[in-house]
């Protein structure tokens, strides 16, 4: 083979950076803006949806806490309810209101203002002996 049947080498331009021209007429200028304007009004758009989405969404994790307190509330007053109903707290509340008692007891009411204070001889405290002196007369005696 010759090289006059090889095909010819082709040039490759030099790696140059892209570069992009800004058209200078009024024209080229009124779709540039227009262009912009749009995706102006496209981010704006987008913006306020990703926000209503996001107000929602923390709108709906109140409402969620506030039926889990509901719910745990309601789970209390159940279970108050329950007591309530109870013969045990029947039977307290009948002994403690209307002084009411189970059959074989005696009811003692002592009405109110009927206290009497202590004698004289048992409101003074006794004078406490430090606890190595009891210790010896456990051990040792008095």
Do not use: C
């Not at 058209?23 to 009004?41: C, D, E, K, N, Q």
């Not at 506030?66 to 007053?77: G, V």
């Not at 203002?113 to 210790?135: C, D, F, I």
């Amino acid at each position: 083979m010759t090289s006059l049947d090889l095909p010819a080498r082709r040039r490759t331009p030099p790696d140059r950076p892209l570069r992009v021209r800004i058209p200078t007429s009024r024209g080229g200028l009124a779709w540039i803006a227009v262009l912009l304007i749009i995706g102006i009004f496209l981010a704006v758009q987008v913006g306020r949806q990703v926000y209503s989405s996001w107000s929602i969404g923390q709108e709906a994790d109140a409402i969620r806490a506030e039926i889990t307190a509901m719910e745990a509330h309601n789970e209390a007053l159940r279970q108050e309810l329950a007591y309530l109903q109870s013969k045990g707290f029947v039977s307290a509340e009948a002994r403690r209101l209307l002084n009411l008692g189970l059959p074989g007891e005696h009811v003692l009411i002592i009405p109110p203002g009927a206290e009497t204070a202590l004698p004289p001889e048992l409101r003074k405290k006794p004078v406490s002996t430090p606890p190595l002196e009891q210790w010896l007369d456990l051990f040792f005696g008095p």
